[in-house]
């Protein structure tokens, strides 16, 4: 089945740890993008990459790193610096066509310990 | 700096009554359109899109949204819902681009509640 996976679906964090989220996409998509979501808050955008070695920063990247080696994943460092990192982490990617449609990965809730 | 308006935080129905949730939205152009739906603890699943054409679109479960530019509004509609319609909404704006990754702006989410 082609989608987008993210692991693991929890993950706890201790103080001054760095943290990484995984995202798989099997789409065959350029683009793909990491959101923070918080309660009342919607969706906002970490970083987000179109092509393999190269990303953006997003509305709040502060506190957060991410690395395209690969067309198929994007993975999401939560740093130490990013002071609080508890929230749900959504994945989607999309193709670039001039009319794009962002699907979504199951998630990832961060919680800190 | 565009930004998405879902007045209703929390909207609950009964079942078989139609729905209204209403997105408004600022923009300096004609933006592409969409809703999305997030069930607990999972993510988000496309209802509908809006790119261009007739303003009235058909999604999936049974849900449509009508464009209306002179209100700069994207409503989503369903005549009659059903309890499995209960989750939260989100509405989103993206500008429209020649293949470079399209920054999705999205609303606080609407939450709806179907009672039985």
């Known amino acids: 089945d082609g989608g987008i996976t993210q692991s693991p679906k929890y993950l706890f964090r201790k103080e001054g740890q760095n943290v990484t989220l995984s995202c798989e996409q099997n789409l065959n998509h350029d683009a793909m993008y990491w959101y923070r979501q918080d309660p009342g808050q919607g969706l906002r955008l970490i970083y987000y990459?179109?092509?393999?070695?190269?990303?953006q920063k997003g509305d709040i990247a502060e506190g957060y790193s991410v690395s395209r080696e690969k067309k198929e994943s994007f993975p999401l460092t939560v740093t130490s610096a990013q002071k609080n990192p508890t929230a749900f982490y959504l994945c989607?990617?999309?193709?670039?066509?001039?009319?794009?449609?962002?699907?979504f990965g199951p998630g990832t809730r961060l919680l800190v310990l | 700096a565009q930004s998405v308006t879902q007045p209703d935080i929390h909207i609950t129905v009964s079942e078989g009554a139609s729905l209204e949730l209403r997105c408004n939205y600022s923009?300096?152009?004609?933006?592409?359109l969409f809703w999305y739906v997030q069930s607990p603890g999972q993510g988000l699943q496309l209802l509908l899109k809006?790119?261009?054409?007739?303003?009235l679109v058909q999604g999936i479960k049974g849900f449509e949204a009508e464009f209306k530019r002179s209100q700069s509004s994207f409503n989503l509609r369903k005549p009659s819902v059903h309890w499995s319609d209960a989750a939260e909404y989100f509405c989103?704006?993206?500008?429209?681009?020649?293949?470079?990754?399209?920054?999705?702006?999205f609303g606080t989410g609407t939450r709806l509640q179907v009672t039985l």
């Open positions: 809006y790119f261009s054409g007739d303003t």
């Open positions: 989103a704006v993206g500008l429209p681009n020649t293949g470079t990754a399209s920054k999705l702006t």
């Open positions: 989607a990617s999309s193709i670039l066509s001039g009319q794009e449609t962002q699907y």
């Open positions: 923009y300096g152009a004609t933006p592409y």
């Open positions: 990459s179109q092509i393999v070695n190269d990303f």
